[in-house]
């Protein structure tokens, strides 16, 4: 069985002051996560970007992940669209690829119904050789897979898990208390109380910064140690609400250039975070 446990990274896409993709900056953030213990990373997740890369800066991007990940990192590659035949073809393609899984999103923008949204899963994991991680994510999408099709999917044997940011208490108990799908925090300030509840970890954009502290709570909180684990998390909160006050991944790429690991750089139609959050995550983390 897939175990999508632990800590999980959406990796940035850094991008050089021309605006070309930094492949070298990608392969050093791909060895520091590794150092710092984190279960895997994402790759072309949300915080990627992927949507302002095209196809060729797309393939780039996966595989130096995969190159530089090899034999330390765990790669689960993001795949979102509305285009059911396009999706269906690069699941087909990416079969190839030494993958943990694939994480994929309802479709956007077309808001179809949940019978749908069920068939439109079911052709992707029918058609796919990796495990499918489930994004549930209706601020983005502008659907939201309901309880009811979330425990109908968990029923296919390549759907293992889902990363879950519907922000509803209810649904996160009802999976986890159901047991098929292993539960992935979503919405970074939630990660305590999904792993307190049972939830198997999270795919949290915040943990770019001080990676090792959100491993530790993991570990302490599935370990048993609550008072050690809530005193972490409440370590993190401030990081947390800074890093996620303005749209991803300004933040995220504010405080990796405030590291000196990547130049804060992101494409349009994404702008820099305002110069008072970079001030504020400056003074944090330095």
């Not at 050089?16 to 392969?27: C, F, W």
């Not at 992927?50 to 995969?66: F, G, Y």
């Not at 029923?155 to 509803?168: E, L, M, Q, T, Y």
């Not at 915040?206 to 709570?217: G, I, K, M, Q």
Request: net charge neutral; with cysteine; hydrophobic share 45%.
């Amino acid at each position: 069985m897939s175990n999508f446990s632990g800590i999980w990274i959406p990796l940035v896409t850094p991008f050089a002051a021309d605006g070309s993709v930094d492949e070298s900056a990608l392969r050093r953030l791909v060895k520091l996560y590794a150092q710092a213990g984190v279960a895997g990373i994402v790759a072309l997740g949300t915080t990627g970007e992927p949507s302002s890369l095209d196809a060729h800066e797309q393939e780039a991007v996966l595989a130096a992940t995969l190159d530089a990940a090899r034999g330390t990192l765990r790669v689960i590659v993001g795949i979102s669209g509305n285009n059911a035949r396009s999706m269906r073809e690069r699941v087909l393609r990416l079969n190839a690829l030494p993958l943990a899984g694939l994480l994929i999103s309802a479709p956007y923008y077309v808001r179809p119904s949940q019978a749908g949204i069920a068939a439109h899963f079911e052709m992707l994991a029918d058609a796919s050789e990796h495990p499918v991680v489930l994004y549930d994510i209706p601020a983005r999408t502008g659907v939201r897979i309901e309880p009811d099709t979330l425990l109908s999917l968990a029923a296919h044997p390549r759907i293992r898990a889902v990363k879950d940011c519907a922000g509803s208490l209810d649904t996160t108990h009802t999976l986890i208390l159901d047991g098929r799908l292993q539960v992935l925090a979503g919405d970074d300030i939630r990660i305590f109380d999904t792993l307190c509840m049972g939830g198997s970890g999270a795919i949290a954009a915040s943990a770019h910064v001080w990676p090792e502290r959100f491993v530790a709570l993991d570990r302490a909180l599935k370990a048993g140690r609550l008072d050690e684990g809530r005193a972490l998390f409440q370590t993190l909160v401030p990081l947390i609400r800074l890093l996620t006050s303005e749209p991803n991944p300004a933040p995220v790429k504010a405080a990796l250039a405030a590291l000196g690991l990547i130049e804060n750089e992101l494409r349009a139609p994404m702008t820099r975070a305002s110069e008072t959050l970079r001030e504020r995550l400056a003074q944090m983390i330095g």
